[in-house]
């Protein structure tokens, strides 16, 4: 059985082991980012809060200050902690063995982030994340390492349930969702400008998606 790590996948790597294809359109995405939670005044005070300290330091910080300073508050505003439901797990190993065109092909790794079912440690992942610095590391693409993850997640779930995702670069986040074989990105949301809100509010709508499924 051949395995993988989730940071030695591309999308082209994933296609070719196991047949996904990617669909330019999604009504499972775009129900997520059109969703309309109300963001309130305090909200949407911290996230400018945050978004100055990236306008002042994206050219400065390395991935561990981008997920400290940024990354981590704005997801800690979704409040993604439900006890013994889900939870947002940080660089937890997931693996998972998957049937590929070739036979079954072992995927594992330790996402940036998930969020999965469990409370004191994951047990289904639900959402993968991935966080890169500014540039582009040569031999990583964000995209597949988070595809890699959904896969593994699916095949734990063993449902018909989407997978979702997020990928950012530097001040750039896009969000992914996975549906048997086809996956759907977004379009770049950027951090530096209003659509920082729209972050915020994709997230809050997030949780109102996964405490559906968990229910």
Not at 102 to 113: H, K, R, T, V
Request: hydrophobic fraction near 40%; aromatic fraction near 12%.
């Amino acid at each position: 059985m051949r395995r993988y790590y989730f940071r030695q996948c591309t999308l082209a790597t994933l296609d070719n082991l196991f047949g996904l294809r990617k669909s330019f359109s999604s009504q499972v995405l775009d129900q997520w980012l059109q969703a309309e939670p109300a963001l309130s005044e305090q909200e949407r005070g911290m996230v400018e809060s945050f978004q100055q300290l990236l306008i002042l330091n994206r050219d400065a910080w390395n991935e561990q200050e981008l997920s400290l300073h940024f990354i981590g508050p704005i997801l800690a505003l979704a409040r993604f902690t439900e006890p013994y439901r889900f939870n947002l797990f940080a660089e937890r190993k997931i693996s998972a063995v998957i049937p590929g065109i070739e036979g079954d092909i072992e995927l594992s790794g330790e996402p940036d982030g998930i969020i999965a079912t469990g409370y004191r440690e994951p047990k289904i992942p639900l959402f993968a994340f991935t966080e890169y610095k500014r540039q582009l590391d040569p031999e990583g693409d964000p995209a597949g390492q988070t595809l890699a993850a959904m896969l593994a997640g699916q095949a734990l779930n063993g449902n018909n349930h989407p997978l979702y995702g997020a990928f950012v670069i530097g001040s750039d986040w896009n969000f992914m969702v996975l549906e048997d074989k086809h996956y759907t990105i977004s379009r770049d949301y950027s951090a530096l400008s209003a659509e920082v809100f729209d972050l915020l509010r994709i997230l809050k709508a997030l949780k109102q998606i996964l405490l559906t499924l968990t229910t």
